[in-house]
C-alpha cells in the first residue's frame, strides 16, 4: 500500500489504518475480544472515525492491510503495547476475528481444549465454529475437502448425500468467505494433508472467490 499525503482519500486510509492499530492495541492490553463487525459500529459512533469506516469492507481492508505490511495473517493480527509490533498470538489468539457465516458438513468432529466438540453431519449443515484456533483434535475419514461458493449449491450437494458417497467434508461460505471459513479450510488441508477442490462460479467474482480460499 503506498501512502499518498496529496490525496485526501490516502491520508484516511492511513488515519483508518492507525485506528484500527489502536484498538488492537487496548484489546492487547485488557486481554479482551472483539468482531469486526462490533469495531465496526463502535467506530460509526464516534463523528471522526464514522468518516472514515463508511462501511464494513472499509473495515475489512484497513485489517487486511495492516496484516501484510507486517506480513502476517489477518486472524493471527494482535499488536504489542509498544511502538515496535509484537505478534503475541498466545495471549489473545482471538482477539480481533470475525463472525462466521460458513457452513460445514460431513464426517468432520471437532474437539475444542476446553475438551467441548462438534460434530459436523447435522442436516442442513453446521455454522462454523469461531473458536477455530482452539482445535485440538479433528477426527474424519474423508478423503478431500470440497469448498463450494454458493450456500444453493452447498443445500443441493447435501439433498444427494455428497458427504456421504463421496467421503468428503463440504464447506461452504456463502460467497465471499469470512476469516473462520478460511482458517477451517486451511487447517483441514494441512493438518489432515488431504485435498482441498473448490467448486466455484466461471467468472472473475468466482475466480477471486478461489484466489481468497488459496
Given amino acids: 500500500m503506498t501512502v ?40 460509526q459512533t464516534e463523528p471522526f472515525t464514522a468518516t472514515l469506516a463508511r462501511t464494513q469492507r472499509t473495515i475489512d481492508a484497513a485489517v487486511n492491510h495492516v496484516a501484510g505490511l507486517l506480513d502476517r495473517a489477518p486472524w493471527e493480527l494482535v499488536l504489542g503495547s509498544e511502538l515496535i509490533f509484537y505478534f503475541l498470538i498466545s495471549m489473545n489468539p482471538s482477539a480481533f476475528t470475525a463472525t462466521s457465516k460458513g457452513l460445514v458438513s460431513g464426517d468432520l468432529t471437532l474437539t475444542f481444549s476446553g475438551r467441548e466438540s462438534v460434530t459436523c453431519n447435522a442436516e442442513g449443515g453446521v455454522l462454523i465454529p469461531q473458536n477455530i484456533h482452539r482445535i485440538t483434535s479433528i477426527r474424519t475419514s474423508a478423503k478431500y475437502v470440497l469448498v463450494v461458493e454458493k450456500d444453493s449449491v452447498f443445500q443441493r450437494l447435501l439433498a444427494e448425500h455428497c458427504p456421504q458417497f463421496l467421503n468428503c467434508i463440504l464447506i461452504t461460505g456463502k460467497g465471499y468467505p469470512d476469516i473462520n471459513t478460511r482458517m477451517l479450510v486451511s487447517l483441514l488441508g494441512n493438518r489432515l494433508n488431504i485435498p482441498v477442490y473448490v467448486l466455484v462460479d466461471a467468472d472473475p467474482f468466482g475466480v477471486e472467490i478461489m484466489c481468497i480460499y488459496r
Avoid at 14 to 36: E, F, G, P, Q, Y
Fill in 4 to 43: 499518498d499525503f496529496r490525496r485526501r482519500g490516502s491520508r484516511k486510509n492511513l488515519a483508518l489504518i492507525l485506528t484500527v492499530t489502536s484498538h488492537v492495541h487496548k484489546l492487547l492490553i485488557n486481554r479482551t475480544s472483539k468482531t469486526r463487525r462490533a469495531l465496526y459500529y463502535e467506530l
